[in-house]
Every structure is written in C-alpha cells, then in structure tokens.
C-alpha cells in the first residue's frame, strides 16, 4: 500500500479505533510506570518535584487531555508505518525499533542538552519503549 493509500486507510473506522485503543492503552501505562511505586518517585526526584507540586482540580485533566492527544498522534503514525502488514509480534517489534531509533535518541539528546542524569533518560526512554512496543502489537494484532 503506499503512503496515499495508508492516509486513506486511516480514514476508516476501524483504523481509527483501533488508535483511539492503542494510545488509551499506552496512556494507561504510563499512568502506571509513573505511578509514585513505580517509577513516580525517582521521575519527580529527578526533576527536583515532590508530589505537592502536581496540579490539582481542572488544570491536571487538561494537562492529561493533552498528553493523551499526543499519545495518540504517535498512535496514528504507528498505524501510518505499520499499514496492514504487521502482525503482534512484527508490530510490537517494529515500535521498539521506532522508539530506539527516534524517540529515545531524542529523549537522549535533550536530556544531553538539559544534563538529566542517566536514571531519568531510563526512566523516560523506557516507558517510550514500552509504549511503542504495546502499541505496535495492539495494531498488527487488531487491524
């Protein structure tokens, strides 16, 4: 299929909620990787935050809305790469090489550019990683 075709694709309903899925999946995990129990703790220690510093009332929904929108356009890409051809296993290994390769490497630079240190790359590449690799299977299996 090529790249027209794909965008096309992506117009079907199917495609869109199988993205709608993906990225709400991966937002959950994100949910839980950042939990405090997690790695909640280290992430906040890292960035020189406690857990009075997260927003409270309207201001933190607005902020997950916007995080979740974000998720998804990654969602949507994912789909865009992976097109019909996956499977789980070809998908999930395909958004591990897409998070390696792209985000994590971004993740890197900027942490470079900002001096984080090794653990809070880790943290915040991992869960790329991971989320990719969920998403990745979530489409090649459901599409």
């Known amino acids: ?15 869109l909620l199988v993205a709608l899925l993906a990225a709400l999946v991966a ?7 950042y939990a405090p129990k997690v790695f909640g703790a280290y992430w906040m220690s890292e960035m020189g935050m406690d857990m009075s510093d997260h927003k409270a009332g309207s201001a933190k929904w607005v902020g997950m809305a916007k995080m979740y929108a ?32 792209f985000v994590a490497t971004m993740i890197g ?3 470079i550019a900002e ?3 090794l653990k809070f790359f880790m943290i915040n590449a991992g869960y790329a990683v991971l989320s990719f690799a969920i998403m990745g299977a979530m ?4 599409l």
Do not use: C, H
């Not at 489409?139 to 459901?142: D, K, P």
């Open 115 to 117: 001096r984080r240190t």
């Open 27 to 33: 937002f959950g995990v994100g949910g839980l990787w």
């Open 70 to 101: 974000l998720t998804l356009v990654q969602a949507i890409l994912l789909v865009v790469v992976l097109g019909q051809i996956a499977t789980a296993s070809t998908g999930a290994l395909l958004g591990v090489l897409v998070a390696m390769g």
């Open 1 to 15: 299929m090529d790249i027209i075709g794909t965008f096309a694709y992506m117009g079907e309903p199917k495609t």
């Open 139 to 142: 489409i090649g299996q459901l």
């Open 109 to 111: 630079v900027n942490n």
